[in-house]
């Protein structure tokens, strides 16, 4: 099976294309914005220009316009090819990612949220999810740290927030460690995980 990953939900824009698992080829750039521009030109720039049986995407949470981008490219890619489309949550494989350099601790992923927050999720040393992502202020997300190993591009932040000594693991999302998520970290739901409430509200009815 052929799998092509996108992850474009921050300021990184990633690509890889992999058989039976294993990466045959991919792209990473930590461009900031113009994910639009630069997405589609680093999937055709993989081999047979990245057609795959499988596409799994990521569904954030991160920056709302890239998160659309990458799953409208990855619904438009999986009709034209027959293809089929999974979802996976940006902080899971950064801890999957950190997971690599320290595979039996848990690890807290503190990534860049909006308005001054951040994105803060704890993982077992097995992977696992042990709690849900949530949008936080930093002092805030300095309570909710529960473990001495911070993973993400907001990681060194939070150890100097927690006040004591970490490690920490500064990484963005990167598609070509896509083959590090487990089979259960992906789903069919391809819905945008935004992390945080919409900041446009709708009005409140008079009584």
């Given at each position: ?5 996108i ?12 058989d ?11 461009i ?11 999937i055709?720039?993989l081999?047979d220009?990245?057609?795959?049986t ?12 890239g998160?659309?981008?990458?799953l409208?490219a990855?619904r ?5 090819w ?15 990612m950190?997971?690599?350099e ?14 001054g ?6 993982f ?21 740290c529960?473990?001495t ?10 150890a ?5 000594s ?8 990167d598609a070509?460690?896509?083959?590090l ?13 935004y ?5 446009a ?7």
């Amino acid at each position: 099976m052929t799998t092509l990953a996108i992850d474009c939900a921050t300021e990184a824009c990633s690509v890889a294309l992999f058989d039976d698992g294993a990466l045959v080829d991919g792209r990473f750039a930590a461009i900031g914005r113009g994910h639009a521009e630069r997405l589609v030109p680093m999937i055709a720039e993989l081999p047979d220009k990245g057609r795959a049986t499988r596409i799994v995407v990521s569904l954030g949470p991160g920056s709302f316009t890239g998160v659309r981008i990458g799953l409208a490219a990855a619904r438009a890619l999986g009709l034209a090819w027959g293809a089929d489309v999974l979802g996976y949550p940006t902080l899971t494989l950064v801890a999957a990612m950190a997971r690599t350099e320290q595979p039996d601790s848990g690890i807290t992923v503190c990534m860049n949220g909006g308005h001054g927050e951040w994105f803060v999720q704890n993982f077992a040393s097995n992977g696992e999810a042990e709690d849900e992502v949530r949008s936080l202020a930093p002092a805030e997300a300095a309570l909710a740290c529960r473990h001495t190993i911070l993973a993400g591009n907001r990681a060194g932040a939070l150890a100097g927030q927690t006040g004591d000594s970490r490690q920490v693991l500064d990484l963005l999302p990167d598609a070509r460690a896509a083959h590090l998520l487990a089979p259960g970290q992906l789903t069919t739901t391809l819905a945008p995980i935004y992390g945080r409430a919409p900041d446009a509200r709708l009005p409140q009815a008079k009584p």
